[in-house]
């Protein structure tokens, strides 16, 4: 593929709005990257998933699905709502403008090319998964393929976070936990408040104490952080005291705080800060994800890039997380590394072109590398390399 030919299907993909609250943007996305697969015409094996709703595809050489894979490449092709315009991709001053084309279509489809062409030459198990439901959690999309025994040495999810110029690979991130938490108060007319028992400045009451115990940073931080991200009071008038009030948080929480380490430890430090709030449900709840430096995949990647970049890479921890973190849950290695970019979920998302070409280059290198390492060995059989563990 001519990195014309490359820019042009990135731009066809990230015209498709695959927003989560719209399954025939999904679709349409899905099914773009499976015919782009498909249209390879190698000896390819495409497993189709489907939970919730929200469509996944796992692919692989052969007919029978890997036991256990040496590499999988981990795209997602769902992306947070973003405004007319940016559905309408273009290229300005060498950098590619769209919704998805940082966070994550681009790498998604730099994945689906390196894929197609490597996966009948390596002599190793290599998957690439594209999944539609990464922006909501990604239960219904990689996690529900682990749940169905999809394993991998090392997972490469192509996901964003690395900005221009900044040279990083994520060997960790911190956990997270989305939740909804509910208060219950009493109604009453608004002019006699001692009548009722008001739900809202409940809520208001508990924001403050979890923010006394999680601060809000004014700058980056490793630390925990708990954010609120919307706290509604259940009133139908505007002289009535609400009897009930919704808090969701997204809390990222470092490795090794103690109220994160399972719900009830979460529910526990809830009914610290308020006796009567409740959870009334989770939207998402997953350990943090951390891949030992010293992984030779891991080095591996960090090599490729500093060859085609020309810069030394750092490992470093990201706040916001990927799906990742289900293979880590399985004890299997993972990172995140994408194309550099700015602006991810906001105006002005673009990648830069010539970080498009560093990407391609560097996964290509990196599987050159890996097929270095096996036939290398002297004890290299094609048909043993990388075999599965069970």
């Known amino acids: 593929m001519t990195s014309d030919q490359r820019i042009d299907t990135i731009k066809q993909l990230l015209s498709i709005e695959s927003t989560a609250h719209n399954p025939t943007g999904l679709r349409e996305a899905y099914n773009f990257m499976l015919k782009f697969v498909q249209a390879s015409g190698k000896d390819?094996?495409?497993?189709?998933?489907?939970?919730?709703?929200?469509p996944s595809f796992l692919a692989y050489k052969g007919q029978d699905r890997p036991t256990q894979f040496h590499l999988i490449l981990n795209g997602h092709i769902d992306v947070v709502p973003g405004k007319p315009e940016q559905y309408q991709p273009f290229v300005r001053d060498g950098k590619l403008y769209g919704r998805g084309v940082y966070d994550m279509k681009a790498a998604s489809v730099v994945m689906a090319e390196v894929f197609c062409k490597y996966v009948d030459t390596v002599p190793f198990a290599l998957g690439l998964q594209i999944v539609t439901d990464e922006e909501s959690a990604g239960t219904h999309g990689t996690l529900y393929q682990v749940q169905q025994g999809v394993r991998s040495d090392f997972v490469i999810c192509g996901e964003c976070g690395r900005a221009s110029n900044v040279y990083e690979i994520?060997?960790?991130?911190?956990?997270?936990?989305?939740?909804?938490?509910?208060?219950?108060?009493r109604s009453a007319h608004g002019a006699y408040p001692w009548k009722g028992n008001n739900a809202a400045a409940q809520a208001y009451r508990f924001v403050h104490a979890l923010h006394e115990r999680?601060?809000?940073?004014?700058?980056?931080?490793?630390?925990?952080?708990?954010?609120?991200?919307?706290?509604?009071?259940?009133?139908?008038?505007?002289?009535?005291?609400?009897?009930?009030?919704?808090?969701?948080?997204?809390?990222?929480?470092?490795?090794?705080?103690?109220?994160?380490?399972?719900?009830?430890?979460?529910?526990?430090?809830?009914?610290?800060?308020?006796?009567?709030?409740?959870?009334?449900?989770?939207y998402d709840f997953a350990s943090p994800l951390y891949t030992d430096p010293n992984d030779p995949q891991l080095l591996q990647l960090k090599a490729a890039a500093e060859t085609v970049e020309g810069?030394?890479?750092?490992?470093?921890?990201?706040?916001?997380?990927?799906?990742?973190?289900?293979?880590?849950?399985?004890?299997?290695?993972?990172?995140?590394?994408?194309?550099?970019?700015?602006?991810?979920?906001?105006?002005?998302?673009?990648?830069?072109?010539?970080?498009?070409?560093?990407?391609?280059?560097?996964?290509?290198?990196?599987?050159?590398?890996?097929?270095?390492?096996?036939?290398?060995?002297?004890?290299?059989?094609?048909?043993?390399?990388?075999?599965?563990?069970?």
């Open 214 to 282: 999680y601060p809000v940073p004014t700058s980056p931080t490793e630390d925990t952080t708990a954010t609120v991200t919307s706290l509604i009071a259940d009133s139908d008038a505007p002289n009535k005291i609400p009897d009930g009030a919704t808090v969701k948080l997204d809390i990222r929480y470092k490795p090794g705080d103690p109220h994160f380490s399972n719900k009830a430890a979460f529910e526990s430090l809830i009914k610290s800060l308020d006796p009567d709030a409740h959870v009334k449900g989770y």
């Open 311 to 390: 810069h030394e890479f750092q490992f470093v921890q990201r706040n916001a997380t990927s799906d990742g973190r289900y293979y880590g849950n399985v004890g299997n290695q993972a990172c995140e590394f994408g194309i550099a970019g700015e602006h991810q979920h906001a105006d002005g998302e673009h990648i830069t072109l010539q970080a498009l070409e560093d990407y391609q280059q560097t996964l290509r290198t990196f599987l050159d590398l890996q097929m270095e390492g096996v036939e290398s060995r002297p004890e290299h059989d094609e048909s043993l390399a990388f075999a599965a563990v069970s």
């Open 44 to 54: 390819i094996t495409i497993e189709e998933f489907h939970s919730g709703g929200k």
């Open 170 to 185: 994520a060997n960790s991130a911190k956990g997270v936990v989305m939740a909804e938490l509910g208060f219950n108060g």
